[in-house]
Each structure stands twice: as structure tokens, then as C-alpha cells.
């Protein structure tokens, strides 16, 4: 609510009483009704209130200092009407914040992800995006059933376009502020341009979940290697299998770290002569949903990073092999190449 839209009602509420002039008499109708509960308070009648010429001393002798009668205009609904609009200009900010604002404000802490927090290292978005916990099985069966889930299925492009969905690592802005609590050093990380309409100090950046899911989903491809690469006419170049390994050690690091000390049971199965596991293990989940949808509305489009280019002035981080052009050679199979030269 625009502060235009608060002060002309508060100020016609002023304008509509007025404070009586000094040493003189306000005009009462012979018909007039007394209504001034300070009055009734003070047991005085509507002649003892009028017998006397001098306001000033009317107010001393009535027990009230004379800095009294400056606030004579604040009645009982004009307080009530200006509590109401105070209610209302703070409901309004405190819904604006829980509901729509993208950011909390300098200094402003929000109580958003208190459990999560626990056992997370800093993120921006822990006070931006309410991640609900909920319980949920996770379907460990071994075999598909009659309604597998499609991520469980052969590829396709009904597969595809679902691995897709939840494997696609978009970029958006955080600040330098954020860089610098995430242990980063914020002269080296990519600044987003200005001209460009960024805010100022705003640095380009992912969700390291969405990184391991897309390292899992190229590992399904390469399991199914025939289909995804083997109409290719040109070879493989070493960089595939380099990036293979990374996304193997990618999610190896991520499961010890994040490592639950969730149980599973073991059931006695038909056919089966030893104690068959059942890993259909009840977890305590966050909502991937939630931050799946913060990335798709906050998301930077292709065509806006495309235009991202190098300033002039900028921190270049050493290459991390000697000559990274080898990784880009044919390759056919991940024994093509001397691996400790990578």
C-alpha cells in the first residue's frame, strides 16, 4: 500500500476535528446532546463546563495540564481508526514478506527451514523457499511391476523428457553477500552485468542437488550406451569419459556426506533360500517439488546467458590440467587414454 493511500484518509480524520481556539467557546445547539466521555468521567455537567469564559483555566481546574487541550481532537473512534490503519499497514507488510518477497529484508531473519538448518551449511534460499519434511517410502522393489515409475523404465523419449524434468541444471542470481558466506571469494566468481538490468552485485549460480541428479542421469545413459551413443559417426572424445568418472565421484561424495543411518528390514521371500532385504525404506523427505518450482521461476533463459560475456577487468582461475585440449581427442572406451594425465 502506497504511503499516498495511508495519509489522506489520517489527514481528512485531522482535518474533522479541529482543537477549540484558545479563550474561546466552542457553538453547542441548544438541542445539542452531550457526548464527550471525558466529561461523564469527570462528572461535570453541561453548565459547569460552559459557566467558565477562561478554557485554560477550566482544563487546570478540571485536572489536566494545560499541554492537555493540544490533543482535545483525539476522540475515541479517531484512535480506534488510527490503530486500524497501523493493524493494517502491518498485517500488510508481514503478508507482502511471508508471501511475495523474494528475499527477506537487511537484517531480517525469517524462521523458514529451522530443521533444516541444523544439519545444512549456509544457503540463501534456506530463508527464501519453504521446503516442507514429509515421510515417504521410497519404492525399492527390485523388479519393475506393472506400474513402474517412468524413471525405472528403457529409454525413450517419454523417459527422456521425464529425466529431463528433474535433471535440468538452470542459473539464476545470487548475491555477494551470499558468495562470500558460502566460503567463496566473490572477485572470482562470474558477476552478472549490470547493463543487462541485473541488480548490482548479483553472481551467477545452481543448485548443487539438481547438479547430482543430472550426474545420475547421465550414468543411466551410460548404462544403455547403444542407444544414446552408438548411431554416433564420430567417436567419443575423452571428455565423456572424464565426465563420467566426476559424476561417479560426484555422488559417492554426496551420499557419505549426507550418509543416514536409515534401516532396512529383511523378509523370508518365496523362491529365495536366504533373507531377501527389503528396501522400501521409510524416510523423512524434503520437498523437492518446492525447490524444483523456485528454479523454473527463477531461472535465467538461455538467450539472457548467451549474451553473458567476459569484462574487462575479471579473476581467470588456472586451467586444472596441463593441456585441456587432450580432454577434447577421440576416444572410443575410457582405457584410450593415460588417466593420470588428467
Known amino acids: 500500500m502506497r504511503p499516498s493511500n495511508i495519509t489522506a484518509p489520517v489527514m481528512s480524520i485531522f482535518a474533522t476535528h479541529k482543537p477549540p481556539k484558545y479563550n ?3 457553538s453547542v445547539p441548544e438541542t445539542a446532546t452531550d457526548t464527550d466521555s471525558e466529561k461523564t468521567l469527570l462528572n461535570t455537567t453541561k453548565e459547569d463546563t460552559f459557566s467558565c469564559t477562561d478554557t485554560e483555566s477550566s482544563i487546570s481546574d478540571s485536572g489536566y495540564p494545560p499541554s492537555r487541550k493540544r490533543w482535545g481532537f483525539l476522540t475515541t473512534s479517531t484512535c480506534v481508526t488510527l490503530l486500524n490503519i497501523s493493524l493494517l499497514i502491518g498485517s500488510s507488510f508481514c503478508y507482502y514478506q511471508a508471501f511475495h518477497s523474494k528475499r527477506p529484508l537487511p537484517g531480517y531473519t525469517t524462521s523458514l527451514n529451522d530443521e ?3 544439519f545444512s551449511y549456509f544457503s540463501p534460499l ?3 523457499i519453504d521446503v516442507p519434511i514429509k515421510i515417504e517410502q521410497i519404492n525399492g522393489s527390485l523388479f519393475p511391476g506393472r506400474n513402474p515409475p517412468i524413471f525405472r523404465l528403457p529409454p525413450s523419449p517419454e523417459v527422456d523428457e521425464a529425466w529431463e524434468s528433474v535433471s535440468h541444471v538452470a542459473m539464476f542470481g545470487i548475491s555477494t553477500q551470499d558468495v562470500i558466506k558460502l566460503g567463496k571469494d566473490p572477485s572470482k566468481t562470474v558477476r552478472l552485468p549490470e547493463s543487462l538490468g541485473f541488480p548490482p552485485d ?3 549460480a545452481q543448485f548443487d542437488s539438481i547438479h547430482q541428479i ?5 550414468l543411466r545413459k551410460a548404462v544403455f550406451f547403444d542407444y544414446y551413443y552408438g548411431k554416433k559417426e564420430k567417436p567419443l572424445n575423452r571428455l565423456h569419459w572424464i565426465h563420467l568418472s566426476h559424476c561417479a565421484g560426484i555422488i559417492l561424495q554426496n551420499l557419505m556426506c549426507q550418509a543416514n543411518l536409515d534401516i532396512i528390514t529383511l523378509n523370508w521371500v518365496d523362491t529365495q533360500q536366504n533373507p531377501f532385504p527389503d528396501f522400501s525404506v521409510n524416510k ?6 518446492v525447490i524444483k518450482q523456485w528454479q523454473e521461476e527463477h531461472k535465467l533463459s538461455e538467450e539472457l546467458l548467451k549474451k553473458i560475456e567476459r569484462p574487462e577487468k575479471y579473476v581467470e582461475i588456472p586451467a586444472p590440467i596441463q593441456n585441456i ?3 577434447f581427442e577421440a576416444a572410443k572406451t575410457p582405457w584410450d587414454f593415460d588417466w593420470t594425465s588428467m
Open 214 to 218: 543430472h550426474c545420475l542421469n547421465a
Open 325 to 327: 585440449m587432450d580432454a
Open 202 to 204: 548479483t553472481h551467477l
Open 116 to 118: 533444516l538448518k541444523e
Open 284 to 289: 523423512k523427505c524434503r520437498d523437492f517439488g
Open 126 to 128: 534456506l530463508d527464501v
Open 24 to 26: 474561546s467557546l466552542p
